[in-house]
């Protein structure tokens, strides 16, 4: 699949355990961070968001930090899943409404 | 809903070749953009468009040209293929509203090869 093609940094995590996918963007003025899935021969999925005026955001297992003072982000992953095994990617929006994408990490769950 | 649609799915071109990537959405959404997936590389903006009749240039646009006749359709159009456009090419739309943020909806790609 393309996630495979793309030569990326690779977490190998224990299915149960939690993951952390980090991500460190260049803008200071990025007002908005997404982190998106991508699933082999799939495009990215949104998972989770967060603006900048907040440090910390929940979704369903997935929790997002901001550091905005070193300019980082993270994706925790709860439980991890096989299902969750895939290419993530952190994006940056900033200006008008202009978007910089990461290279992306691939996790890869086992059983 | 379908979301985001792209087609085809895998294509072959000889260099010196055109063909155009479709895409079609059923959000409403005002705007659409092109991107392409490389190795090491992150996702490139290619050319976007916030309305029908409205487009624009990305990051890399040479080689590639794009029209919004609807709201629904934004095709890419290789006008001459080269090797260098051997890629994975996504479609994204979201609503324009720029009073909030809001993330990009992907199509599932095209990957296309250029021989």
């Known amino acids: 699949g393309e996630s495979v093609g793309l030569h990326l940094p690779t977490l190998s995590v224990q299915e149960g355990d939690n993951s952390i996918i980090n991500c460190a963007y260049s803008n200071s003025a990025s007002d908005y961070f997404i982190w998106y899935k991508q699933e082999s021969g799939k495009g990215p999925q949104f998972i989770i968001d967060?603006?900048?005026?907040?440090d910390k955001r929940q979704g369903q297992r997935v929790t997002v930090l901001l550091n905005k003072t070193v300019k980082h982000l993270s994706l925790q992953i709860a439980a991890t899943q096989p299902g969750d095994s895939a290419v993530y990617f952190c994006?940056?929006?900033?200006?008008?409404?202009?978007?910089?994408f990461g290279k992306g990490n691939q996790v890869v769950v086992i059983p | 809903n379908a979301g985001v649609t792209q087609t085809p799915k895998f294509q072959v071109l000889k260099t010196g070749q055109s063909m155009t990537l479709q895409c079609a959405q059923d959000?409403?959404?005002?705007?659409m953009s092109w991107y392409r997936q490389d190795p090491g590389m992150g996702l490139r903006l290619i050319h976007y468009s916030v309305g029908a009749g409205i487009t624009d240039q990305g990051e890399v646009p040479n080689g590639y040209n794009v029209s919004r006749s609807t709201t629904e359709d934004f095709p890419l159009r290789l006008l001459s293929a080269a090797p260098s456009q051997t890629s994975v090419y996504f479609c994204a739309s979201r609503p324009r509203d720029s009073s909030y943020n809001s993330p990009l909806h992907f199509g599932n790609g095209t990957r296309l090869t250029v021989t």
């Open positions: 967060i603006r900048s005026n907040m």
């Open positions: 994006a940056e929006v900033y200006g008008n409404n202009r978007l910089a």
């Open positions: 959000m409403n959404h005002e705007y």
